[in-house]
């Protein structure tokens, strides 16, 4: 079956731009979660659906953050007045409930702010 | 303030060898432990997991040690395959029922032919 999947897979900004991040989960799943992953580092948690409801965005850094799933399935992660700091490989995952424990990760998106 | 730590960013083993990526936390509430695994241009991939009320979890090539006195835990992976060649992060949660993994910064795996 088709696993989560991100568009676009790069993404190339100017500083100050907005931009908009797109991720389509495992059908069916109806928890959702972004994740920033920074070069050498290891991904870190953003903000977290429960179908049409953000259930916790506290990883979100601040709000120039912020992100939609309006009808429970696909979500868009946007980025305003983006910012070099904000360069980072975009992950998207997916999952059964919250309650199950493996989070099925897409590809991710890498975003360049120059 | 890393939570989360893999303090080799590297490792390479031959193949058919045992690999042993090490992790260790800090945070006495973590009591659900997971691997992923990464292949470049890809997602981590989920490989295996164990919960704080077992030491032991083994599944095919891969088996994952806690010691919870230690806050330590570790995935052998044996034999080593070329195939296994990926950065490997360590993941931890309060609770299985918990969203909110916090990773290490990963290992890059290297398994020579």
């Known amino acids: 079956g088709a696993g989560v999947s991100q568009t676009p897979s790069n993404k190339v900004t100017e500083k100050g731009k907005y931009v908009e991040l797109r991720c389509d989960p495992i059908?069916?799943?109806?928890?959702l979660y972004w994740y920033r992953q920074s070069l050498g580092q290891g991904p870190e948690f953003l903000i977290y659906?429960?179908?049409?409801?953000?259930?916790?965005d506290s990883g979100l850094p601040n709000d120039r953050f912020f992100a939609v799933r309006p009808e429970g399935s696909v979500s868009t992660l946007k980025i305003q007045r983006t910012e070099r700091g904000d360069s980072a490989v975009y992950l998207c995952?997916?999952?059964?409930?919250?309650?199950?424990?493996?989070?099925?990760f897409g590809p991710g998106t890498r975003l360049t702010v120059l | 303030d890393q939570q989360v730590k893999q303090n080799s960013p590297s490792l390479s083993v031959q193949e058919g060898r045992i690999s042993i990526l090490n992790c260790d936390y800090t945070?006495?509430?973590?009591?659900?432990f997971l691997w992923y695994k990464k292949y470049p241009a890809e997602g981590p991939t989920f490989l295996i997991s164990?919960?704080?009320?077992?030491d032991k979890n083994e599944d095919g090539r891969f088996t994952v040690f806690l010691n919870k006195s230690a806050k330590h835990l570790s995935l052998h992976i044996v034999p080593s395959q070329p195939g296994d060649s990926a950065v490997y992060f360590c993941?931890?949660?309060?609770?299985?029922?918990?969203?909110?993994?916090?990773f290490g910064t990963g290992t890059r795996l290297k398994v020579l032919a």
């Open positions: 995952a997916s999952s059964l409930d919250p309650t199950t424990d493996t989070q099925y």
């Open positions: 059908s069916g799943h109806t928890a």
């Open positions: 659906f429960q179908g049409t409801g953000a259930a916790d």
């Open positions: 945070n006495s509430m973590f009591d659900y």
């Open positions: 164990i919960s704080s009320i077992k």
């Open positions: 993941a931890a949660s309060e609770g299985s029922g918990t969203y909110k993994y916090i």
